[in-house]
């Protein structure tokens, strides 16, 4: 059984696109599938019937954003004025922001008005959502896990399909909260903290991304990242340094914690240990065993800066990285490096 578990964010996620598109193309078909944030949405693209449909929605993405202005001004034009068809700046919305903290009485009523928790709005169509839902609840074949984050209670919250969940016996485990994809979820998976509450959940980038544990059933797990692992920045000498190296650790942090439980239980399985969980009353044990994990990352590191700007390069990089990454496994013998 084979799973894939993505990472995406913001600008960066034209690389696990590039590298789903090659996988598409050289007939790798995975039994799950665990999504992040923007990775949903290439998640959506690769399971459409045109074995293309990834290559052709990022042609067409290039060819509406190449107009040459520096990632970093587009990043502070997209910031200052929107994105058509994803955000609009909540600060246009002065009116709305006078009503909600009228008569100004109170510091507090103050303070939410010059600094409010809703920096943008969302103008994602729902058209997005519905379809996105209607194809992952529907896919017999692949299952389907999308995560978000319950700010309530400091949970993960997992959307899975039927598939997703008749595989992986979440209902088992304790640890998350298990609700069907509908196209409520697919916005509380890629709800930025920025657009304000929806229902207590955000995009799962805010805490897990990606969720490896739920992909224990897998034999073998291919990992998509957005940053390089093992890889550190340039030294820290300002702010432009301070906010790429926040963002990286917000990606990272998590994940080396997974991939580190992981490689723990695999070298227990290596030396003998026979690791043991519960099952099911006519069936009470069943014996951990070691998974493959490998990983397709980057060699190309985004900041800060880039967050909203996917590239080109970017994208043809995940290309790059997926087809060594075939050619090094047919090559050789697959590395465990962690797993149940």
Same mark, same amino acid.
């Given at each position: ?31 799950? %599938? ?37 990632? &970093? &001004? ?12 994803? &955000? ?132 073998? %797990? ?68 070691? %998974? ?32 060594? &990454? ?15």
């Amino acid at each position: 059984m084979l799973a894939f578990a993505l990472q995406g964010i913001g600008g960066m996620n034209s690389f696990a696109a590039g590298v789903l598109q090659t996988l598409r193309k050289k007939g790798v078909k995975p039994d799950l %599938i665990s999504a992040t944030s923007g990775s949903i949405l290439s998640a959506y693209l690769f399971l459409q019937k045109d074995p293309n449909a990834i290559e052709k929605y990022y042609d067409e993405y290039f060819k509406s954003e190449d107009n040459g202005i520096p990632t &970093f &001004f587009k990043f502070m034009q997209y910031a200052y004025f929107g994105i058509p068809n994803k &955000f609009s700046p909540n600060y246009l919305n002065i009116l709305e922001r006078l009503r909600d903290n009228w008569p100004f009485l109170t510091l507090e009523e103050w303070i939410n008005f010059y600094f409010p928790n809703k920096v943008y709005k969302s103008e994602i169509p729902q058209q997005f959502f519905d379809d996105i839902a209607n194809c992952f609840s529907t896919n017999e074949e692949v299952g389907i896990v999308m995560n978000a984050y319950n700010v309530n209670n400091d949970q993960a919250v997992l959307y899975v399909n039927e598939r997703a969940l008749n595989t992986m016996e979440l209902t088992k485990r304790g640890n998350f909260e298990i609700k069907p994809i509908t196209p409520d979820g697919v916005r509380a998976c890629i709800q930025l903290l920025q657009y304000g509450d929806f229902k207590g959940e955000y995009d799962g980038a805010y805490q897990y991304n990606p969720i490896l544990s739920p992909l224990v059933v897998a034999d073998e %797990i291919i990992l998509v990242t957005v940053e390089p692992l093992g890889k550190s920045l340039a030294p820290i000498e300002n702010y432009f340094d301070i906010e790429d190296f926040q963002l990286k650790m917000l990606f990272k942090n998590a994940l080396y914690a997974e991939l580190n439980d992981i490689y723990q239980i695999n070298k227990l399985i290596e030396y003998g240990n026979k690791l043991v969980r519960p099952e099911s009353e006519t069936k009470p044990y069943k014996e951990y065993k070691p %998974i493959k994990v490998q990983t397709i990352q980057p060699t190309i590191h985004r900041g800060y800066f880039e967050y909203f700007v996917e590239t080109p390069e970017f994208y043809q990089d995940g290309v790059s990285q997926a087809k060594k &990454f075939i050619e090094d496994s047919l090559n050789r013998e697959t590395q465990i490096v962690g797993g149940y």
